[in-house]
């Protein structure tokens, strides 16, 4: 049975709302997964730029702790300078306190003899030399004379040997100097300092563990004493 023109045109109606239909639903269907594409892509960009914010902040705590850290330790560092500067001060006035004792303690004539009879003698005693050179102050030459007078007879008892000391006459200690003698072996090879000075920084040297606790206490930190 042929089919009318209506009936044909009823049919293509159909065919095409159908087919926009599937077009529809198919363009719907793409839109769906394109948002979801998008959705997931925009999330995954957002994770990445948060990630790498976190990563950016994190780098810049770590660098301000470092920095922290080093100012911290500078500043600890020159404080501790400071102290150790103030410390030295402290025992370098000491001991320029000490010295001018000495110069006061050489003005008196009788204490200044017994103290050079007993560094010339302890000298020799050191050396044991044959021949020795006795170097003074151009004002302790009469002082030292005396004290040889009296220290070489002790010598040869003490060391069962004999001597001939020469009083330096051409080189002379510095005249500013606290006082004492320098003594050398007959070549010069070997020197003993007994300067005042030179008595007085070694005993600070030997003495200092102790000098230090008495001027700023006993050191926490430390556990062995000698």
């Known amino acids: 049975m042929?089919?009318?023109d209506a009936d044909v045109q009823k049919q293509i109606k159909h065919m095409m709302a159908f087919i926009e239909?599937?077009?529809?639903?198919?363009?719907?269907?793409?839109?769906?997964?394109?948002e979801e594409e998008f959705n997931i892509e925009k999330g995954r960009l957002v994770?990445?730029?948060?990630l790498k914010i976190m990563e950016y902040y994190e780098k810049k705590e770590k660098h301000i702790e470092q920095q922290k850290k080093i100012q911290m330790s500078t500043v600890?560092?020159?404080?501790?300078?400071?102290?150790?500067?103030?410390?030295?001060?402290?025992?370098?006035d000491l001991l320029?306190?000490?010295?001018q004792r000495l110069s006061r303690m050489v003005a008196d004539p009788e204490i200044y003899q017994g103290l050079m009879d007993k560094l010339v003698l302890?000298?020799?005693l050191c050396l044991l030399e044959p021949l020795v050179i006795v170097r003074c102050r151009p004002q302790d030459f009469l002082v030292v004379?005396?004290?040889?007078q009296k220290a070489i007879p002790e010598y040869m008892m003490a060391s069962q040997k004999q001597v001939e000391v020469l009083v330096d006459q051409e080189m002379y200690l510095p005249a500013h100097m606290a006082g004492g003698?320098?003594?050398?072996?007959?070549?010069?090879?070997?020197?003993?300092?007994?300067?005042?000075?030179?008595?007085?920084d070694l005993l600070a040297q030997q003495r200092m563990p102790e000098i230090l606790r008495a001027l700023f206490g006993a050191n926490p930190n430390r556990k062995f004493f000698l």
Do not use: F, H, M, W
């Open 21 to 34: 239909q599937e077009a529809n639903e198919k363009a719907e269907e793409i839109d769906a997964k394109a």
């Open 76 to 92: 600890r560092n020159q404080a501790r300078l400071q102290v150790l500067r103030g410390r030295d001060d402290l025992v370098s």
């Open 47 to 50: 994770q990445t730029q948060r």
């Open 181 to 200: 003698v320098e003594i050398y072996s007959g070549d010069q090879r070997i020197k003993i300092s007994n300067t005042l000075e030179s008595r007085l």
């Open 2 to 4: 042929a089919l009318s």
């Open 122 to 124: 302890q000298g020799l």
């Open 145 to 148: 004379e005396a004290a040889l």
């Open 96 to 99: 320029n306190d000490a010295k």
